[in-house]
């Protein structure tokens, strides 16, 4: 009967780490949109809400970190379960780095938003939401255990990259040809890199999952 008590405890336990995850998970996904939107519709205030979430971001973290220590100090997890639970306390890191560069983009948008807009701030949009797609998928492979999304995930990094170095050189370009633009395009150059590191951040995840179910580690080798 104790051994029953302890495992509803474990199973309840481990729940509510799943829905802060995923609570996690959608403010994340929420800072990416409105990072860009705030830019893009030169909305001061939508950049200063990202701000605002994104230490909603790091207590949420430090809530996750202390239940999942807590569990596997308590309950000794399961060894079907202990790879999930080491496995969330890295994911939850790589959440709030993505959430700080998602305060960085808000930070520049505060910026640029008191200038004239530049052509290559379309494109940040198609890149936002490429990002944010790969966030998404990230976590839903690892929530649902799906190793095809995530290596779908490792794969889709390929036109990030591209669209990203597309971005560089229509920056280039500005800056040559007025070098008044200088300043607004390095603001812009940086976003656009805090956007392809997220998508960074989205292949860690998706590449913990392949490691975590298939027990391979594709760690640079998928192209």
């Known amino acids: 009967m104790v051994e029953v008590q302890k495992n509803r405890q474990f199973e309840a336990e481990l729940g509510e780490i799943r829905a802060k995850l995923f609570e996690m998970g959608g403010k994340v996904?929420?800072?990416?949109?409105?990072?860009?939107?705030?830019?893009?519709?030169?909305?001061?205030?939508?950049?200063?809400?990202?701000?605002?979430?994104?230490?909603?971001?790091?207590?949420?973290?430090?809530?996750?970190?202390?239940?999942?220590?807590?569990?596997?100090?308590?309950?000794?997890?399961?060894?079907?379960?202990?790879?999930?639970?080491?496995?969330?306390?890295?994911?939850?890191?790589?959440?709030?780095?993505?959430?700080?560069?998602?305060?960085?983009?808000?930070?520049?948008?505060?910026?640029?938003?008191q200038e004239a807009q530049l052509e290559p701030i379309i494109d940040l949009q198609i890149l936002a939401q490429a990002a944010n797609t790969s966030v998404r998928e990230a976590l839903d492979a690892f929530m649902g255990g799906n190793p095809a999304l995530a290596v779908k995930v490792c794969l889709d990094d390929r036109f990030i990259v591209e669209l990203n170095d597309q971005i560089q050189l229509k920056l280039l370009a500005c800056m040559m040809e007025d070098p008044a633009t200088i300043g607004r395009a390095l603001r812009i150059n940086s976003i656009s890199k805090y956007l392809e590191r997220i998508a960074d951040y989205a292949i860690d995840i998706a590449e913990r999952v392949i490691f975590m179910i298939d027990g391979k580690d594709v760690r640079h080798s998928i192209v």
């Open 29 to 113: 996904e929420l800072m990416i949109a409105n990072s860009i939107k705030s830019l893009v519709k030169r909305d001061s205030t939508l950049a200063e809400s990202v701000i605002a979430i994104n230490r909603e971001v790091n207590s949420l973290e430090q809530e996750i970190d202390s239940k999942c220590l807590r569990m596997m100090g308590q309950h000794q997890p399961a060894v079907r379960q202990l790879p999930f639970v080491n496995q969330v306390l890295k994911i939850v890191c790589d959440l709030e780095r993505i959430g700080d560069e998602c305060a960085s983009i808000a930070q520049h948008a505060l910026e640029l938003n």
